[in-house]
């Protein structure tokens, strides 16, 4: 016996500051929150760090609760990452330790251990800057990914899922050899696309055994800033941020879901046509914030003739707005999505969230306020809180 189907409710996330979308996920559920509504959503769906939150909140029976733990997990990485916890760390309890005191030795495993963390971080830098070395190393947020997930796999996660990844790789030699987009997901599914374009033919449910680590760490290994990530163990191809596939996945999820129902689910086997399932998805969209890596929110090029003769240094290295030109694609890319996805399934199935930042974080500002209660009054009205399809 087919299951009724209801709204199917779907959360994006875009790649980017994977903080700043928890804090407007909390400003969401603060404003209503009698209604949990992340507890209501059946399928997350994320790129980078969008994909590690998506991980996170599907991990919970209710994924309300995964919210504190993603807004401690974001702060703690980026903490190490950026802000050199470790070697902070050190030096403060080294600095402690000579108050009042004669320096201790420079033999002192402390010492040892702080002169050993400088030496790296600036023969690290050194090599960044050469562009020998991607800027920042993964070791730290693996370990922080291994804390929580450990050993788990895709298949034993309590919600559904899918992840953006970029594999560079696919292992076919000859003429269907090339670099493909890669999705990770829980949900099942009979059909796969095929072809020279996407050379890897894969079964059903191939991914339920795939590590959650590898999958968060594959869709976050982002160009310049961090490695390219294989696995766990060391074997397959090399992955990198799905942000080069789709940094807003919201289309991603569109297409996915439609052509599942399409090619029939197990809950509803009977194939269900493109534009009687549009009806029945609702897509809730959130960003990190526009301009994710600069932090002006317009460019004023010096025009001569009408013309700005701008090279590599103005779109790339300039210090006051760095890597402007892949935060002009990125955004662009994002607005594109949501305005593709708006206009497929128009004001009631689809709400955007994103809002400009204020030093690369949400502000408490008018406008930012307005946008959350919106989006609220678009929850409680468009049917996200009905029962949905449980069995997809």
């Known amino acids: ?21 928890a804090d407007l996920l909390q400003r969401i559920e603060t404003a209503n929150p009698k209604k949990n509504f ?13 994909g590690i939150n998506s991980l996170f909140l599907a991990d919970f029976e209710k994924p309300t609760d995964a919210l504190n733990i993603i807004q401690k997990f974001w702060q703690d990485v980026n903490e190490s990452i950026l802000g050199g916890l470790k070697a902070n760390e050190v030096a403060r309890k080294a600095l402690e330790g000579m108050q009042n005191k004669p320096l201790a030795p420079f033999q002192s495993d402390q010492w040892q251990e702080l002169a050993g963390i400088i030496f790296r971080t ?19 947020l693996k370990q922080f990914l291994i804390q929580h997930f450990g050993e788990k796999t895709l298949g034993e996660l309590k919600q559904k899922v899918i992840i953006c990844s970029y594999q560079l790789d696919n292992g076919q030699y000859g003429i ?11 949900i099942p599914y009979h059909h796969r696309p095929t072809g020279r374009h996407y050379a890897i033919k894969l079964e059903p449910d191939s ?18 800033e961090l490695p390219i990530y294989q696995a766990l163990n060391g074997v397959g191809p090399g992955y990198v941020d799905g942000g080069l596939v789709a940094n807003n996945p919201a289309m991603i999820a569109l297409s996915a879901i439609v052509g599942s129902l399409h090619g029939g689910i197990p809950a509803h086997p009977t194939p269900i046509l493109p534009t009687e399932s549009l009806d029945l998805i609702h897509l809730l969209s ?8 600069g932090t002006a ?47 497929l399934l128009g004001e009631k199935n689809f709400y955007r969230l994103n809002v400009p930042l204020e030093h690369m974080l949400v502000p408490s500002d008018t406008y930012t306020n307005e946008r959350v209660a919106e ?3 678009w929850l409680d009205t468009n049917g996200w809180l009905v029962q949905g399809l449980e069995a997809y």
């Open 297 to 343: 929110q317009f460019l004023a090029p010096e025009f001569v003739n009408g013309s700005a003769t701008w090279g590599y240094r103005q779109w790339l290295l300039d210090p006051l707005n760095p890597l402007v030109l892949i935060d002009a694609f990125l955004q662009g890319g994002n607005e594109t999505v949501a305005w593709e996805c708006g206009k």
């Open 122 to 140: 600036a023969l690290g830098l050194g090599q960044a800057a050469a562009g020998c070395r991607s800027l920042f190393l993964n070791d730290v």
């Open 286 to 293: 959130v960003g990190t914030g526009r301009n994710l890596v």
């Open 176 to 186: 269907d050899r090339s670099w493909i987009s890669k999705l990770y997901t829980n």
């Open 1 to 21: 016996m087919e299951t009724p189907i209801g709204p199917i409710k779907i959360l994006s996330m875009d790649g980017g500051n994977g903080m700043n979308t």
């Open 375 to 377: 989006a609220v009054a």
């Open 207 to 224: 991914d339920l055994t795939e590590k959650v680590v590898d999958v968060a760490m594959r869709t976050s290994a982002a160009p310049l």
């Open 38 to 50: 992340l507890d209501q959503a059946q399928i997350f769906v994320g790129t980078s760090a969008g």
